[in-house]
């Protein structure tokens, strides 16, 4: 697509009018419902079918089909980020009245780093092609992690914080509690950085980490910029309402890193089918229309296989505990 530097303004503006909107919306510091982060996730997902149907009129069949790939494709890398949320919601005992403002901030953070990321991909896609390999390559080895992290049960792990946060802390100090939604306060004459800053600035820069695998992936779906960058902010500006609708089905999507291990390594393989293509080699490319259907099938089954094999468990774990409680019942009686 031949975006101009107005549409790029507009689209950027706009994105920030509902942002301030949502934040308008949820400033006052409250319990979300899941009424409210049922219908605030439907918004989101219905302002991006918008947009890309949009695309889809003003940039052709070709341009909507990336977008919506690389929403989907975005969206579902969005919700393992999930897991690491409620660990980090977790560590640092966030009141629950708080935590929307956290996911607020720390996803707008997400976002400018990502915008940065993605600034950086595409100026080397645009100076070296065989970046393609690499980036091939990172993704069918991320698929193959995503495999043995999730044999070795790895979300049960407890949150870390990284060396970034770490270094922050002990250069301005951290309140020792909660102070309303203040990011900074007056402690023994020093300012310090309250709990609240802390927690943004974990869940903005763990979602880097998540960034290093999912904007490879966008840009095997697509090379354009543009695309690339709305696809991840509607699918991060929607993150938020996410994690309090599915937060206790979370658990339940068991199979989700087997589903996305397939997606990365799928797209990984189609990067490197790319890369040759652009090399000279005669070999086959997978279309827009394939990487959708494939991208959109592996979800729906994971996630059927994932509720199924949830509720065996707990009808299993539910009869254990019965047949555990029956010899005490018939002593007491």
């Not at 989101?44 to 989907?72: D, M, S, T």
């Not at 049960?156 to 203040?182: C, I, P, Q, S, W």
């Not at 709990?195 to 490879?216: N, Q, W």
Request: hydrophobic share 55%; aromatic share 12%.
């Amino acid at each position: 697509m031949d975006v101009s530097l107005t549409l790029w303004v507009l689209t950027i503006v706009g994105l920030s009018a509902l942002i301030a909107v949502d934040f308008f919306i949820g400033r006052k510091p409250h319990d979300v419902s899941i009424k409210e982060a049922g219908i605030w996730t439907v918004v989101w997902i219905v302002l991006a079918g918008l947009f890309g149907l949009g695309l889809l009129v003003f940039g052709g069949g070709q341009a909507g089909g990336e977008f919506f790939a690389g929403f989907i494709t975005e969206k579902s890398l969005s919700v393992d980020n999930l897991f690491v949320f409620v660990l980090i919601m977790a560590k640092f005992a966030v009141p629950s009245q708080y935590q929307q403002r956290v996911l607020l901030v720390g996803v707008l953070i997400a976002l400018v780093l990502r915008a940065i990321f993605i600034a950086a991909g595409a100026a080397i896609i645009a100076s070296f092609s065989w970046v393609f390999y690499l980036f091939g390559a990172f993704l069918i080895w991320t698929a193959w992690k995503l495999i043995q992290e999730a044999r070795a049960e790895e979300h049960d792990e407890e949150y870390e914080e990284n060396k970034l946060l770490k270094a922050a802390e002990r250069r301005f100090g951290v309140a020792d509690r909660y102070h309303g939604t203040k990011l900074w306060i007056q402690q023994n004459g020093k300012r310090v950085m309250t709990p609240m800053l802390v927690v943004m600035l974990a869940i903005g820069t763990t979602d880097v980490l998540f960034a290093l695998d999912s904007i490879p992936a966008i840009f095997g779906l697509t090379q354009d910029p543009y695309i690339v960058f709305t696809a991840n902010a509607f699918a991060l500006m929607g993150l938020r309402q996410l994690y309090f609708l599915i937060g206790g089905l979370l658990k339940k999507l068991i199979h989700l890193s087997y589903g996305l291990s397939i997606i990365l390594g799928f797209i990984g393989v189609k990067l490197v089918l790319h890369a040759l293509h652009e090399s000279g080699v005669h070999v086959p490319e997978i279309s827009i229309p394939v990487s959708l259907g494939v991208i959109c099938t592996v979800l729906i089954v994971t996630t059927i296989t994932s509720l199924w094999a949830s509720r065996k468990q707990e009808a299993a774990e539910a009869a254990r505990k019965e047949t555990e409680g029956a010899p005490q019942d018939s002593i007491k009686r």
